[in-house]
């Protein structure tokens, strides 16, 4: 009997763990991907909050245009947000709501 409350306890409070855990991951791999897929032009967000265009992708470095002629150098992995991505989706996801019958 004691062994299938202890079982129940660890059920309890493994899988929400486990479940945190694999979003945790899942959401790591997005900003990898955001970092891979860089390139000149590209509107991003800083870990920090800094907005900025890409100037230059050069190995682990980015150079981001912060303001008119200000461009600054930040480490690839502080950025971790690509907004042209999101608005892209964003977009599509209003098109998409568009295209319900019960929209018209």
Do not use: C
């Not at 997005?30 to 970092?35: G, N, V």
């Not at 907005?51 to 230059?56: I, M, P, Q, S």
């Amino acid at each position: 009997m004691e062994f299938i409350v202890i079982l129940g306890l660890l059920v309890v409070f493994l899988i929400p763990q486990i479940l945190l855990l694999r979003k945790q991951r899942r959401r790591q791999q997005e900003i990898l991907d955001t970092q891979r897929a860089l390139t000149a032009g590209t509107r991003v967000v800083t870990a920090s909050g800094m907005h900025g265009t890409v100037v230059r992708v050069e190995g682990d470095a980015v150079e981001l245009e912060i303001a008119p002629g200000v461009v600054t150098t930040w480490e690839l992995m502080a950025v971790v947000r690509n907004l042209d991505a999101e608005g892209r989706a964003a977009a599509a996801g209003e098109r998409g709501e568009q295209d319900h019958p019960e929209n018209h």
